[in-house]
Each structure stands twice: as C-alpha cells, then as structure tokens.
C-alpha cells in the first residue's frame, strides 16, 4: 500500500520535562473518540490549507480544528502561516 503524501507533520507539545500531557489525553479517550480526533488530525496532514468549518484560524500563526459533536479541539501552529 502507498503511503499518503503529507502535507503537514503532526507533533505533539513537550515539555522541557518531556511530559506531553495532549498525547497522554489522547490516551484516555474512548476508541471511537480517538479514531475522531485522529481522523480530522490526518485531513489536515493531506488536506491543508482547509477553512471553516474544520479550520478556525487563530491569529499569530496558528490554528484550531473542532469536531462538531464533540468537546474537543486540537490546536496547532504553522510556522510558515502568515497572520492576516
């Protein structure tokens, strides 16, 4: 099977302690949960650059993607994205 060409690479916040407390929620979670928040992470990774209503842009460089029916949002930053 062919790999998917990502456009965006996903890496989770550490911290100086190397404690990456967002995978460890993601632990957590029930499977059904995961398998969501994974699959709007990897539309993301292939899709970029998306809007609304999965992209919400934050201002200084960064993002947010919210699954519509649940109470999660996943948070990122682009270094190349430029502020408008």
């Not at 709007?40 to 809007?51: F, S, Y």
Request: proline share 8%; aromatic share 8%.
């Amino acid at each position: 099977m062919e790999q998917p060409n990502y456009i965006l690479a996903v890496n989770f916040y550490r911290t100086d302690a190397g404690n990456e407390s967002v995978r460890d929620w993601l632990k957590e979670l029930p499977r059904d949960d995961k398998r969501i928040i994974g699959e709007d992470i990897k539309t993301v990774q292939l899709g970029w650059p998306l809007g609304i209503p999965l992209i919400i842009k934050w201002p200084r460089n960064c993002g947010k993607s919210a699954h519509p029916c649940r109470m999660a949002s996943h948070g990122f930053s682009l270094p190349s994205m430029k502020a408008r």
